[in-house]
Nanobody, 123 residues
Framework: VQLQASGGGLVQAGGSLRLSCAAS????????MAWFRQAPGKEREFVAGINWNGGNTDYADSVKGRFTISRDNAKNTVYLQMNSLKLEDTAVYYC?????????????????WGKGTLVTVSS
């Protein structure tokens, strides 16, 4: 599966952005999806994950209550709604897919990655 993230940009602290990740292929609905991010000088970290039918979601503690992951299997797209953005949310955001479900989403466990989209939060 090929993934293409979009929707990044410059936003003021407290603002909102919605990221989208469009997937190619007819098997999108069988993949479990996640968003990761990587800030300058830091390792890539998990942000949010969603299972194949959207019935289970998981979030990093740092974004709980502010970010929402969702998916539309008819459109082969996964979304990340980001509200109440903070300066520390500035990063390149990546979407990723994995074939087999587990309760955790880790970098090494993802099978496919898209190119990232940059989110910059300003004061």
């Amino acid at each position: 599966v090929q993934l293409q993230a979009s929707g990044g940009g410059l936003v003021q602290a407290g603002g909102s952005l919605r990221l989208s990740c469009a997937a190619s292929g007819r098997t999108f609905s069988s993949y479990h999806m996640a968003w990761f991010r990587q800030a300058p000088g830091k390792e890539r970290e998990f942000v949010a994950g969603i299972n194949w039918n959207g019935g289970n979601t998981d979030y990093a503690d740092s974004v709980k209550g502010r970010f929402t992951i969702s998916r539309d299997n008819a459109k082969n797209t996964v979304y990340l709604q980001m509200n109440s953005l903070k300066l520390e949310d500035t990063a390149v955001y990546y979407c990723a897919a994995k074939r087999y479900y587990s309760t955790t989403y880790v970098v090494a466990g993802m099978d496919y990655w898209g190119k990232g989209t940059l989110v910059t939060v300003s004061s």
